[in-house]
């Protein structure tokens, strides 16, 4: 499935908060990923996996707009993590997270897809953590 560890999924009710985080230490000062790009996606059944949040290694970020200004992606390279800080959750954000990196992949190239429509071009991923919001 990939070589990503995703953590902190739970079962929480509307309104409350999560904080997910995804180990990327592997990666990180490996000549590959001088440049790179990392998200955090979404998936439940019935739906196609969808992006929800993107950063570049330059500290650029992006987000699909059901998130926007809920959620904060941010990137530790000290601690090698990939954080997604979820906000004011909601029913519709239920769905299992998924973490995903690529090495040279620009900012210019998921705007162009659109967050949402991203995943195709991210190529190691995670297993996923359960996100569960009770209305």
């Known amino acids: 499935q990939g070589n990503l560890v995703e953590s902190g999924g739970d079962s929480v009710a509307s309104g409350q908060s999560l904080r997910l985080s995804c180990d990327v230490s592997l990666y990180m000062g490996t000549p590959a990923f001088n440049t790179y790009s990392m998200g955090w996606f979404r998936q439940t059944p019935g739906k196609e996996r969808e992006g929800v949040a993107v950063?570049?290694?330059?500290?650029?970020?992006d987000y699909a707009a059901f998130v926007r200004g809920r959620f904060t992606i941010s990137h530790d390279r000290f601690r090698g993590t990939v954080n997604l800080q979820m906000n004011n959750l909601i029913p519709d954000d239920t769905g299992t997270y998924y973490c995903a990196i690529q090495p040279k992949l620009r900012l210019t190239t998921i705007q162009a897809l659109g967050v949402a429509k991203s995943s195709k071009v991210f190529g190691i991923w995670g297993q996923g953590t359960q996100v569960t919001v009770s209305s």
């Open positions: 950063i570049t290694s330059e500290g650029f970020a």
